[in-house]
């Protein structure tokens, strides 16, 4: 491997200076927010009975954590949002491959898959929440492919099953890992909503009773632990999509 030139290397390290310094100005703005919040609730200047302080949270959570209780409604969330993420995953891939196999049924289907993408979130059941869109982005994707790589593949005596494994799903792969960090956050959105409507346990049933019973600190507890699920799955995702850049690159 031929050594890095001085250009190169200052360049590596203004990029390593660029993530510590957003990395230190991300704490920092959490950090202040957090002091600020408990300086203003024990000072009296907001009323901690309706916003809490970060103290009241971390002694609420503790005391759940104790009986077991914020585990059962937090794992409760996190089973329901994976079984939703592969639900949409495996579907929405399903779906475009079969509209991908078919260009009938695909002109047939995409108008109400477009209708359906357009309508509020929140009117779609918590399972169908993200599915159209994923359906149109992998749809969209398959007919970007190089049409070159495919008729390649044709000449060399494949079959749609060689061109789909060979050529389209391996090149739509960043795609796949860009629909999922944005799906999963969604899902997790479509869950709560459920758990809002009809749910007797998870985090959205959590805080739906919270605010019934003027528990403030359950229901802010229960929104910091979601935050905090929401940026550990997009984190997760965001991982995966990095290894395989590496890989691939």
């Given amino acids: 491997m031929s050594e890095l030139s001085i250009a190169q290397k200052q360049y590596i390290l203004s990029q390593k200076k660029h993530r510590r310094t957003v990395r230190i100005g991300r704490s920092s703005i959490c950090i202040l927010f957090l002091l600020l919040w408990e300086f203003t ?10 916003f809490s302080s970060p103290s009241k949270i971390v002694t609420c959570f503790i005391s759940m954590l104790k009986d077991g209780s914020i585990l059962l409604h937090t794992g409760i969330t996190l089973f329901e949002t994976f079984v939703s993420f592969a639900f949409v995953f495996f579907f929405s891939l399903l779906f475009a491959i079969l509209l991908w196999c078919s260009r009938k049924l695909s002109e047939t289907l995409e108008p109400y898959l477009v209708i359906l993408n357009s309508l509020p979130k929140s009117a779609l059941a918590p399972l ?4 159209p869109g994923a359906i149109l982005n992998l749809h969209q994707g398959f007919e970007d492919v190089d049409t070159d790589k495919i008729k390649l593949i044709q000449t060399l005596g494949g079959n749609r099953w060689h061109i789909l494994t060979k050529v ?5 792969v960043p795609r796949l890992l860009s629909l999922a960090k944005v799906n999963i956050g969604l899902c997790l959105v479509g869950v709560i909503i459920g758990e ?13 009773y919270a605010s019934q019973v003027f528990k403030m600190d359950w229901m802010l507890m229960s929104i910091v632990i979601l935050c905090m699920i929401s940026m550990g799955l997009y984190g997760l995702i965001g991982f995966a999509e990095k290894w395989y850049q590496k890989r691939m690159g």
């Fill in 168 to 172: 389209l799903l391996p090149a739509n």
């Fill in 128 to 131: 169908l929440i993200v599915w």
């Fill in 196 to 208: 809002f409507i009809s749910s007797k346990c998870g985090l959205g049933y959590l805080i739906i």
């Fill in 41 to 50: 609730a024990d000072a009296g200047i907001i009323d901690s009975f309706v």
